[in-house]
């Protein structure tokens, strides 16, 4: 089976500006694929160039088999894309919108339409000029999504939409990827990605720095844990666990610091052995334990 | 409506389509209007424009004062040669610049084009719509124009009057064209707006001015105004050597704009 989405060496330049680098990717089918980075980071730009919205200074992007520069007609039939900075005719009802879509793509999606709106809570008949910024981001979803496309990309899906959308929305990521249809997705938002995703790749700075596994990474992200204790305590049971990176105690002896790769639940049974007054753990930057994971940095790995 | 570029652009323009054929409605009825006062009272008139510098004359569309007194004459100074033919060709240019860069400039393109619509499909469903769109006023006033003239006994040919009409919406569609073109290179608003104005702006004056600026006269020839009105299209009916001059100006305005949309980035984000 051909992948759903091939970089080769993908490269655009604004100018002299880096917009992104020799991206080198494949996205399997059936899979909710992360494309994670911080903002600038190329995100977008590689959207807009898979879709033929811009064209690549160099390298290639095969989407479906196809060619995004000589295909980009028959790609867009089969593919749904929600806009990073969604834009719309704020002259027209959410419900003219979508059917006006609908009807450029030649089908009648309003069965499809109805269903995504009502689950979504989407009131179709107002202006989107009335809209609130969620709602706007419920009709970019629906027209993403009204096609029952093949491959879909959204460019940071989440953005405005309330917790409760958004689990929504996770739910009928999974069933898209059930059906075998494929997502590619970007975010800025690592806990997203790891919530939602099966892999992502990380880019930064318009290159792509490491491609991940999303099961494995959630047993290699770094906490930072605090435990303070009722008396000092012996550091060495802890400096002895190969999921530990760093101990520390602090001069009085009484507060431990340690840095945990994966579970944390080894540390935690020796710290039982002791009289616990307060564990606090800290998110480490999760990011950076990601990237340094991927890229084999010895330090952390 | 809402099934096509071209369906959906004739629907967001249904109003200011309103409101252009009303201005001009007005515009040509008032001339229309007061035509029987000026004919009745050709000796003052006559005396008044023989006052005036004849270059100032030439802004009316003839340097004859009988020609100007005449219905086709008076009429043709009215609507093709001042304010008609600028208020009909400003609503071409809005259309021809939303077409393309204003659609860019809302950051709405991207959208559009993620749909399997080929962009050059987009540009020519557009076009077709903003000439469905200046058509339709032309004949509101040619409409106006016929009911205006039997009226007040102007004797007009009906011929004439169609001629004239459709000569004035080319003009119109020529700075219609040059926006979409201007907006098909670059994709930008303001630059489109600026360009396509200016244009309008620059041609109509040079034309005007080139009865008293003798060094203007080579450049006058090149002027979308001289080609609309260097014969009066209600006196002397269709002029074909100006009509296909701008059909043709119109089909390689049209041309620039698919081949400059088609190659280029457009504006994301
Ligand atoms: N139209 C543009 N012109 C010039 N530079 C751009 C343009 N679009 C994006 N960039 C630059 O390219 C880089 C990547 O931007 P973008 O793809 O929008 O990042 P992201 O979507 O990850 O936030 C940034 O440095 C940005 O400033
Ligand atoms: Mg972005």
Redesign the interface.
Known sequence: MTPPLILENLTKYYGSVRGVEDLNLEVRQGEIFGFLGPNGAGK?TTI?TV?????PTRGSATILGMDSRNKS??I??L?G?L???????D??TGG?LL???A????IDASKEIASLASRFDLDLSRRIRAYSSGNRQKVGLV?AFMHRPQLLILDEPTNGLDPIVQQEFYALLHEVSAEGRTVFLSSHVLPEVERITDRAAIIRQGRLMVVADIEQLKKTTQRRLEITFADPIDVSAFESLDTAQTVQISDDGYTLTVTVTGAVDPVIKIAARYDVESIVSHEGDLEEAFLAFYSGDTDAA | MLRSVFGETLWMRRSSMLWYSIGLTILVGLTIAVYPTIRDDADTFTQLLESMPSGMMSFFGSSEVTELLSPSGFLNSRVNASIGSIVLAVFAISIGTAAIAGEEDRRTMDLLLATPTPRHRIVLERFAAMTTLVLVVAFVVLVVMTIGSSVVDMELSIANMIASNFMLALLALVFGSLALAIGGLTGRRSVTVAAAAGATVATYFINGLAELVDSLQGLQKLTPFYWLQRANPLRDGLSIEDTIIMLLVIAVSLGIAVWGFQRRDIAVN
């Open positions: 977008s807009s879709l033929d919205f811009i064209r007609v028959e867009h039939r593919v894309y806009p990073g900075e969604l834009a719309m005719n002259r027209m003219e059917g006006y879509l009807a450029l793509r030649g027209q």
